[in-house]
């Protein structure tokens, strides 16, 4: 379990990395509702990945324990993707 809090946590880093680099969180906000959470939340995008791939390892392994991995991985991803951004502003 704890490999699959890791893993996540890495994935979805990488995927909040990416989007930002290639502008794709820059323009969800510019196009986003009211009621979304704004890009510069990361625990909340991170939360939102976790619910999306809990949902998918669920599917595919049917453990219903994996539904409260969103809780676990926002946190971790939150805090990397604020390490990884800070170290590319310092650069």
Not at 69 to 81: D, E
Request: proline share 3%; charged share 10%.
């Amino acid at each position: 379990m704890l490999e699959t809090i890791i893993l996540l946590i890495l994935l979805n880093t990488t995927l909040i990395h990416c989007a930002s680099k290639w502008g794709l969180l820059e323009r969800y906000n510019t196009y986003r509702k009211k009621w979304m959470p704004l890009a510069d939340c990361f625990l909340c995008i991170g939360f939102w990945l976790g619910v999306v791939e809990a949902f998918i390892l669920v599917f595919s392994a049917p453990s219903f324990g994996l539904l409260l991995l969103p809780f676990c991985v926002a946190s971790g991803t939150n805090w990397l993707v604020n390490q990884a951004l800070l170290n590319d502003y310092i650069q």
